[in-house]
């Protein structure tokens, strides 16, 4: 399975290479802008995108894992549809051709004849990546492939992309907006139980030179299989500098209720229900764009918890953290549901988020929204001592 979630990190990283070149070119990203309509806008914003960057990253993740691992094409989904429409009203399917002059000449007609603009988007999709990651290697997981399922997000936090905030400064390592809050988020799910296996998140623009002005990402892999449990992280700097501990429970004490010193935090969005930031007030509370890269910021461990009471995300903002959550003994829970089982006193087993049932009733992209809200979290202790203190707070 090494080979496997190796193809998901190559994929990743040509994609990111995408998002990258279509921002940094600014005559070409002007070009690639195009607004959602009806059934695909995001009911939660205003204004929603997609760009030919969304869909053209969707469609480079579906051929190049396509082609490593043939039949599974048929089972990997994605936020966008791989239709785009230029600016003479002409809608064109985007894909990966055979070659990459094929290629050039499908995107030259999105771009209306910028052949340039074409070339070097089909120079990225047609370049082959190559992955130096020893922990990756050597992965063992015997995984049938007939068994998964594959959820993505090309370009997640679309608005941050497009607005391209490039000047953000974090606090305690967490950008509450800007194009570090983007992120590109693979997810493997096991058809059968719906439950996550398999999770790449990668940050396009992680870091920029402030000479060139140029960008470089970062990207982080877990894999949670039956007693496999395998995390890039596990060896990674980053848990050094972490808000929490190694073993993110150490910091917590027995008791349910939370203790002044007790080191809980939480990240939002500012749209959050007023109830629950009142709730959260007691916490180390921030706020921050994008469900992957707050789900991110908890992978990290640079909070307790990522949580969100609407139903404003869907399967594939998830998938992905999920899995990798699930690999450092965490997970991602209906926010609702476990609210209502603490309520009842059912605490026997957790609500866990699944990724293979379609809501009855729903159409367009809410049949697969997370209808009960979100709680993303690394301990165990900590989702039960902060769903405890909502509970208190809430009617």
């Known amino acids: 399975m090494s080979e496997f979630l190796t193809a998901l990190v190559r994929a990743s990283e040509k994609s990111a290479n995408i998002a990258r070149a279509c921002k940094q070119e600014e005559t070409l990203f002007h070009l690639l802008v195009q607004e959602k ?30 082609k490593k691992f043939p039949g599974l094409e048929d ?46 988007l089909a120079s990225i999709v047609h370049l082959d990546v190559s992955i130096k990651d020893p922990t990756l290697e050597e992965v ?12 993505v997000d090309p370009i997640d936090s679309t608005f941050q992309y497009i607005k391209g905030y490039a000047d953000e400064k974090p606090k305690d390592g967490i950008y509450s907006k800007g194009l570090q809050c983007v992120t590109i988020l693979i ?10 296996i398999m999770g790449v998140i990668n940050q396009p623009f992680a870091t920029r030179d402030p000479d060139s002005l140029r960008w470089s990402g970062q990207y982080f892999w877990g894999i949670s299989y039956k007693d ?17 501990a190694d073993d993110p429970c150490e910091d917590l004490g027995q008791n349910e209720d939370l203790q002044p010193g007790d080191n809980l935090s939480a990240v939002i ?35 307790s918890v990522y949580l969100l009471s609407e139903d404003t995300t869907f399967k594939w903002d998830c998938c992905a953290p999920h899995a990798i959550l699930r690999s450092l003994g965490g997970g991602m829970v209906d926010f609702r549901e476990c609210l209502k089982r603490r309520k009842d006193g059912n605490l026997d087993e957790l609500p866990e988020l699944i990724y293979n049932t379609p809501i009855n009733g729903a159409t367009g992209v809410d049949r697969w929204a997370n209808k009960g809200g979100l709680v993303a979290y690394r301990c165990p202790r900590h989702l039960d001592t902060i769903m405890n203190i909502i509970s208190k707070a809430t009617p």
């Open 37 to 66: 309509k009806g059934d695909e806008k995001n009911k939660k914003f205003v204004s929603d995108f997609k760009t030919l960057a969304d869909v053209l990253v969707q469609e480079v993740i579906k051929h190049d894992v396509g």
């Open 140 to 151: 063992e997981a015997a995984i049938p492939q007939d068994s998964m399922a594959v959820w």
């Open 228 to 244: 496999v449990n395998i995390c890039s992280l596990q060896n990674d700097d980053v848990n050094a500098t972490s808000q929490l």
């Open 187 to 196: 997810g493997v799910y096991n058809r059968s139980s719906g439950l996550p």
């Open 75 to 120: 089972h990997i989904f994605g936020e966008e549809s791989n239709q785009i429409t230029n600016s003479l009203g002409e809608k064109i399917k985007v894909e990966v051709c055979t070659t990459e002059q094929d290629t050039t000449e499908l995107l030259s007609k999105v771009l209306d004849g910028n052949m340039a603009a074409a070339k070097l």
């Open 269 to 303: 969005s500012t749209s959050e229900n007023e109830s629950i930031k009142t709730a959260l007030s007691m916490l180390r509370l921030y706020y921050a764009a994008g469900a992957g890269y707050k789900s991110l910021c908890a992978v990290r461990g640079f909070v």
